[in-house]
């Protein structure tokens, strides 16, 4: 089986889109910790049930979740697979941003003027 790690356009864009909202990242947090029903999941907020489940459809539409079913029950979990998809796409956008700042701050320290050469050879005029 290959594991697909780079996400294509379209999946970060779902991928960020589900995240933008408060209520589905916690929904994410809360899944990452337990599996839970919509049912208990919606317990928690201030929404209606129809509400809580659009939130959970937007975050299994981005992979973020998977819903099965047992029962009657919708049963919620986080996708940890394309949570570190997610996650490495984050870490290569911080490794971009960090080379950038060393470059800066390499730019920024120039030459040291008080350093004193030791790879200079002397003049024979000298």
Known sequence: MVVQTELSDDETDRVFHALAAATRRDILRRTIAAEQSVSALAADYDMSFAAVQKHVAVLEAAGLIVKRAEGRERLVRADPVMIARARALLARYEELWRARIDRLDAL???????????????????
């Open 108 to 126: 920024l320290a120039g030459p040291d003027p008080h350093a004193t050469s030791t790879d200079r050879t002397p003049d024979k005029g000298d």
